[in-house]
């Protein structure tokens, strides 16, 4: 059963790393074209918006309770799912459209909750206008990412892993070539301040049609999964009523969260927005660090989490309690085997990793403030990883009241620690790194989540013999910290010598830091006998073609 989940999440994260690398180039031309102050801001803002209703309004349901009553119909039902899949999509098509339409024609007051009382100054109208139009032609990515979702788990379910990792490359494609013609069309280093309609309309459908195309390229994989789908309409019958029950907690669930990312947001812009003179972290800034940490979340712990959930949903079922909290801490560990040395490498190499990202035309000017946001992001990405997987394990058993309850704390020691470090601590010293503290902030959200969580857990998956992270955690930190501390000394000699400059120097950089960071963080793993490091070292060395 291992064997199969490290399998189906070698696929799953084959296609998030092409992905993932084509969304870094996406972010890398936006910088350049559009800057990361306000002008980068209103725009990340605005094409955040449509995946954030989606699962404020629908996603939850989809991602969390669905899966598990899909693994279920197809396991007990005796036309393996048909009919209640083919109920189930119909149903969701039918409320995404409604959904969307309905936030469409709401786009002016879907802005106005994510704007800070900055951009409200009459002095600002035009960057308001401009944010309110690129809500508006954003909108519509709300129906295409419920419908990604809904196609994509329906194929998770049926054990199809790749393609729903697969397919996000076709949107950074379509998003990357909408940013190379706005290159190309507007004179880029001038900065202007606010966007023209044509800079509008080809940033904003641009990135639109890029999550329909990436859609489309999921389909043709639902029928060679074996399903079928033709549009059933009526839900007697197909046990919707238990799942909307569930689905209750799971609407509050990430309405927390919305909560959290409105304030967010409205903190980030503020922070660029400012008068102030002088460099500004503000939302470009922190998304962009936002989307580094989450590169081995992506590649890593969604892939392993997808393929884990199906099982545990199964065991669970079963009431074999021991085996999920086996298969849980098992998926944990191995998760965590790679997210801490990546962890480590972001706070040590954290400025010639964003230098690479954003260290071009427009975008070159706040990079030492990004970097800063980098590093106290990254520190919350080992405890966000231990969270996600205990969530995962209470929706295994259909528990989503407890996540939301827990997401209530984790909601509002986030708000907190970001409205006191902004508001108070910013306002006062006249600074607008508003994105460093944001960071800090959601890094000690994680933590608190964690120390809460597991105790609560426990009440559910009893501790068995396997099932511990504590103590292999710790061997891990300590190894990734002797090869990231190694690392920086390498490039300390080196700086003597070599003029590290420019993202050419910051790809040499990250190039001699990998190459002393990796073997030291493995050897010393060996020496401490972490056995999930050692498997990832095994694995990787057997497949190089080193003749013995």
Request: net charge positive.
């Amino acid at each position: 059963m291992a064997d199969r989940t490290l399998r189906s999440a070698a696929v799953m994260a084959a296609g998030t790393v092409l992905s993932r690398l084509l969304g870094f180039i996406r972010i890398a031309l936006l910088a350049a074209a559009i800057g990361t102050a306000l002008r980068g801001d209103i725009f990340t803002a605005a094409n955040t918006i449509p995946n954030s209703l989606y699962i404020l309004l629908a996603g939850g349901v989809f991602n969390t309770v669905l899966v598990p009553q899909l693994v279920r119909a197809i396991k007990n039902h005796s036309d393996g799912g048909q009919d209640f899949t083919n109920r189930i999509l119909t149903f969701g098509f039918v409320v995404l459209a409604i959904v969307t339409v309905a936030c469409v024609l709401l786009a002016p007051a879907i802005a106005e909750l994510y704007l800070p009382k900055e951009l409200h100054d009459p002095s600002r109208v035009t960057e308001k206008a401009n944010m309110i139009m690129f809500v508006r032609l954003c909108l519509p990515q709300i129906f295409f990412y419920g419908a990604f979702v809904l196609v994509g788990q329906v194929l998770n379910a049926r054990r199809r892993f790749g393609p729903m990792m697969w397919a996000p490359i076709a949107n950074n494609i379509v998003a990357c070539a909408s940013i190379v013609v706005f290159l190309l069309i507007y004179r880029v280093g001038d900065n202007p301040p606010t966007y023209s309609h044509g800079e509008e309309l080809l940033l904003g459908l641009g990135h639109t049609v890029g999550i329909a195309v990436q859609l489309l390229v999921l389909l043709p994989y639902l029928k060679a999964s074996g399903h079928t789908y033709r549009p059933k309409f009526g839900l007697r019958g197909t046990g919707l009523g238990h799942t909307a029950r569930l689905g209750i907690w799971t609407v509050l669930f990430v309405a927390v969260n919305q909560v959290t990312l409105v304030v967010v947001t409205q903190l980030a812009i503020a922070g660029s927005a400012s008068s102030d003179p002088g460099a500004k972290a503000g939302l470009f800034a922190y998304s962009t660090a936002m989307l580094i940490i989450l590169v081995p979340h992506g590649i890593v712990t969604v892939s392993l989490a997808t393929a884990a959930l199906p099982q545990m949903s199964a065991l669970a079922a079963d009431g074999d309690t021991a085996e999920v909290g086996r298969l849980s801490a098992r998926s944990i560990r191995q998760t965590l085997a790679i997210v801490v040395p990546a962890a480590a490498a972001m706070i040590a190499f954290a400025y010639p990793i964003v230098t690479i990202i954003a260290g071009y035309g427009s975008g070159k000017n706040n990079l030492t403030l990004m970097s800063y946001t980098l590093m106290t992001l990254a520190l919350g990405i080992v405890p966000f990883t231990v969270q996600y997987f205990q969530l995962r394990t209470f929706y295994a058993f259909e528990d989503t009241r407890t996540p939301f309850f827990l997401q209530c704390v984790i909601a509002a020691t986030n708000i907190a620690a970001a409205v006191i470090g902004v508001r108070v601590l910013l306002d006062q010293t006249h600074l607008r790194f508003s994105g460093v503290v944001l960071g800090g902030a959601y890094s000690l959200a994680y933590l608190v989540a964690v120390l809460i969580s597991r105790p609560v857990l426990r009440r559910r998956v009893p501790r068995v013999p396997g099932a511990g992270i504590g103590l292999p955690l710790l061997a891990m930190v300590i190894a990734a910290v002797a090869g990231a501390g190694a690392g920086r000394v390498a490039l300390w000699l080196l700086s003597l010598v070599i003029d590290w400059s420019g993202p050419l120097g910051a790809v040499l950089q990250l190039g001699v830091a990998a190459i002393v960071m990796l073997p030291v963080y493995a050897g010393v793993s060996r020496v401490l006998r972490i056995h999930e490091v050692n498997d990832v070292v095994s694995m990787v060395t057997s497949k190089l073609p080193i003749r013995r």
